[in-house]
Structures are given as structure tokens and as C-alpha cells.
């Protein structure tokens, strides 16, 4: 059997049943984070600007976009919810299962997946059991697919979660709408031709649209394989196929055998994001926030900061003099700037005028990142840091950190979650709807209609 049969295989047998209680239970926790962050980012201005567009467009109103009071066709509603939920880079990030991958290159998984299933779920009045299903079925397909392919796919510059979240969000569509194995086949061909997006795009309101046109892609193909499209059945091993167009090639033991076995979700994991910023800058936040307070420090006691790290983090984290908060986002000079003026790394703290005020100005030419021999020996599969402080009176404070707050060895647990999805709903709503809202996805295997969940995530 091919990867692309046997991918195509599990979607269209793979029923709930068959998942086991840990994993749906642990799902729930993702699908409520993936919420949050879509509801915070439906206020940024890409967001705004995607949301004018899709009103303008028109179309039955078959689905919400989250955080407003528009419905939209179900394409758009994904397109809408899925740029907002990537638009704050505050979602979640793949980990790797073998210690020769590079961390940091594959995707954000969530956000694709959920937009995609949710709007159809609107669409279709689906239980919240059937979107249960579809997250971790679509969740660990793009996660595999996104595992087995050649690093180079990444370094040379497509964005991972623009180019294999559609796989996941095909995935999720397929499972809503009950498609059989060979239509998933032709779902898998069609919406890899639909895949695109490029890293130089980072740090503007392009990045979160590429998870928006994932989600969208994976809507689309669904609908149009069910109704008889055709396209390659053999699309990711293909000669001129997905993998060796994109990527010059891939590990099929990376998926062969591996789906659900054990679901990705539980190992090697998926991380949440405590911080509205690229996943590589979290452990370098951790500490610079952890000597803050332990010291008590000050901004003017501060001569110089050396962040230490593998050559793979300054690939990504590629603005060192940051203009707006999109590029701040992927600046280590500005992530540990605003930790030292204002102790706390959240959505507040990452605007555009606190990236342009002069005293975080000032304190971001006094940032250095920097490869160090160390971190590099160990290897690229992780994000690892050491950060030292220089004070002006002599001393040097450091610390080091190998896993950041949010990872599956440190996770935030169902306080954490809650804080943060309350934190991100705040922007929209009162507390008293995000507390019946949060209730409703923890018991989203009990929800009878996922539009009684939709009904509390519009905007106040």
C-alpha cells in the first residue's frame, strides 16, 4: 500500500471508538486553546481586514466566524477563523519523534484542522462528537505527513503549517462528510496542488493567512472530491508528487505503520504556547522573565544580553530591529526587552507601540543572539537556550532552559489552559460567556449540536 492510500485509509475507517479515552480527553484541551487564540486574533487588523473581505464576498450564511457576529460560506468561515486563530502566533507547535529532526519546522496543527471542522460542523449541525473525531483525525495526519518530510522543505523556505495544514483540514472535512477511501485519495491530490506559502512572509499579516488559506484548501477539495473532482490518488510519494516537489523527498517509516499508533497528540506531543510569539523564542522568555523577578531587575541595571542558542533559531526568529508587533513576534531582541520593562510576555505586551516605544527601543540594541557551541552539539531537535545577563555593576546573572513552559514534560495543565483561553477570550466577551463556552468544549463529546457552542463564541 502507498502512503498517500494508506493516509487515505485511516481517515475513512477511523472511528471514534476506536480512539482512545486519554487522547479524546487530552484533545479537548487543544480544541479549547485552539479556540481561545482564534478568538483573540478575530480582533487584529489582518483579521479585521480578511473579515471585510469575506462580508464583501457574500454567500450563504452557513458558518461563524468566531469572535464576531458575521456567518460566511463555509470556505471563508475557515479562511477567516483559521487566519485569526495563527494571526497572534499564540497556537500550538508539533514536536518531532526522532532526535534527527529540526524543532521548530513543522506545524502549527490545531489551528487548520479545527477552522476546517468547525465550519463544516456549523454548516452541517454536526454533534460535538463528530468534531471531536475530525480534530484528531485531521491532527494526526498533518502531524505525520509534516513529521516524515526533509527538513529542506522548511530551510529553504515554505511555511510548514501553510503547506500541510491543508492535509489536516482535508483530513477533518473528509471525516464530517463521511468520504470513502478513493475520495479521500483525490482529496489528498487536489489539495496538495492547493498548498503554498513562503517564510519570507513572516512577521506580516501573510503568515496567518497561510493557516486561513490551509483550512479554506481543506473545505474545498472535500467538497468538490464528494462531488466526483478528480485527482492523483498517489500525490505524496509521487515522482512529481508533494514530498519531492517540495522537499526533495521524505521517511515513509515516519508514517507507514505510525498512524494512531500512538496517536501524535500523546508522543511525542504537541506544545502550547504560554507566549503570543514563535515558538523558539519561549525558552529564552522563560528565563529572562525567571531572572526579572528573581532579581528584581531593572531595565537601566542592564549593560548587555546574550541569548545562546542552535543555528537553527536565528533562521526563524529573524528580526533583530523590529518595527511592529508581527515582526516582534520573531525577535529575541524585543521578546526579552518587553519581559524586562513590563515582567509579563502575554497578548498586552505584544503591540505595536510597545515594539516602538524608545525605552524598548533602547533596550533591544543591548540584546544579542548568538550560536553557542554547547547548545548546538545537542542537537537541532529542540529549542534550547542559555541567556546571559550583564549588569552594569559587574555581575552576570544566567540562566538556561531545555524545555519551555507549555511542552508535554511542563504542560500547562487545565488551570493553565483555562487562564490562557480566559486571558484570550477577554478581547470579545465577558467572563461569564467564556466560562459557559470553556464548559462546553471540555464536554464537547456530550454536545448534541456543535451551533449551541457557536452561539456562545460570537462577540459580545
Wanted: aromatic share 6%.
Amino acid at each position: 500500500m502507498s502512503v498517500t492510500a494508506e493516509i487515505a485509509l485511516f481517515i475513512a475507517t477511523t472511528k471514534l471508538k476506536d480512539i482512545p479515552a486519554d487522547v479524546q480527553e487530552m484533545a479537548k484541551g487543544f480544541v479549547l486553546d485552539g479556540v481561545g487564540v482564534t478568538l483573540a486574533g478575530s480582533t487584529e487588523k489582518g483579521s479585521r481586514i480578511i473579515q471585510a473581505h469575506v462580508k464583501e464576498l457574500g454567500g450563504r450564511p452557513e458558518a461563524a466566524i468566531l469572535g464576531t457576529k458575521l456567518r460566511a460560506p463555509a470556505r471563508f468561515a475557515a479562511l477567516a477563523n483559521g487566519a485569526a486563530g495563527h494571526a497572534m502566533d499564540h497556537d500550538d507547535t508539533q514536536l518531532t519523534t526522532t532526535k534527527e529532526s529540526t524543532y521548530g519546522l513543522l506545524t502549527h496543527p490545531t489551528i487548520p484542522v479545527i477552522s476546517a471542522a468547525m465550519a463544516l460542523g456549523d454548516r452541517m449541525g454536526a454533534s460535538g462528537k463528530a468534531i471531536l473525531h475530525a480534530y484528531i483525525v485531521g491532527v494526526e495526519v498533518e502531524c505525520r505527513i509534516a513529521d516524515a518530510i526533509n527538513p529542506a522543505h522548511y530551510r529553504e523556505g515554505f511555511h510548514s503549517t501553510a503547506t500541510m495544514g491543508g492535509f489536516g483540514a482535508l483530513a477533518a472535512a473528509g471525516v464530517l462528510l463521511g468520504l470513502k477511501e478513493e475520495a479521500v485519495q483525490r482529496g489528498l491530490g487536489l489539495v496538495a496542488s492547493m498548498a503554498g506559502g513562503l517564510r519570507e512572509n513572516f512577521g506580516t499579516m501573510t503568515k496567518p493567512f497561510h493557516a486561513g488559506r490551509a483550512a479554506e484548501n481543506g473545505v474545498v477539495a472535500a467538497d468538490l472530491v464528494r462531488r466526483g473532482f478528480t485527482a492523483a490518488v498517489n500525490i505524496l510519494e509521487a515522482k512529481r508528487g508533494f514530498y519531492n516537489a517540495t522537499a526533495r523527498g521524505f521517511d515513509p517509516a515516519k508514517i507507514m505503520g505510525r498512524l494512531g499508533k500512538p496517536y501524535f497528540l500523546m508522543s511525542p506531543g504537541i506544545s502550547i504556547k504560554p507566549y503570543p510569539s514563535g515558538s523558539l523564542s519561549h525558552p529564552a522568555q522563560d528565563v529572562i522573565l525567571s531572572l526579572v523577578k528573581q532579581h528584581d531587575l531593572k531595565p537601566d541595571q542592564i549593560e548587555r544580553i546574550e541569548v545562546g542558542t542552535n543555528s537553527d533559531i536565528p533562521n526563524a526568529l529573524i528580526h533583530n530591529e523590529p518595527t511592529t508587533a508581527l515582526q516582534g513576534k520573531f525577535s529575541i531582541p524585543f521578546c526579552m526587552a518587553i519581559a524586562v520593562l513590563e515582567r509579563k510576555a502575554g497578548i498586552a505586551q505584544f503591540v505595536d507601540r510597545k515594539v516602538r516605544d524608545p525605552k524598548t527601543v533602547d533596550l533591544m540594541k543591548r540584546v544579542r543572539l548568538y550560536v553557542d557551541e554547547e547548545m548546538e552539539r545537542l542537537g537541532l531537535d529542540r529549542a534550547r537556550c542559555i541567556v546571559k545577563v550583564t549588569l552594569r555593576d559587574g555581575r552576570v546573572l544566567t540562566g538556561r532552559s531545555d524545555a519551555a513552559r507549555g511542552m508535554p514534560e511542563k504542560p500547562l495543565g487545565k488551570e493553565g489552559l483555562e487562564e490562557k483561553f480566559f486571558d484570550c477570550a477577554a478581547l470579545v466577551m465577558k467572563k461569564a460567556q467564556a466560562r459557559k463556552a470553556a464548559d462546553l468544549i471540555w464536554g464537547l463529546d456530550r454536545l448534541a449540536n456543535l451551533r449551541i457552542l457557536i452561539k456562545d463564541l460570537k462577540s459580545a
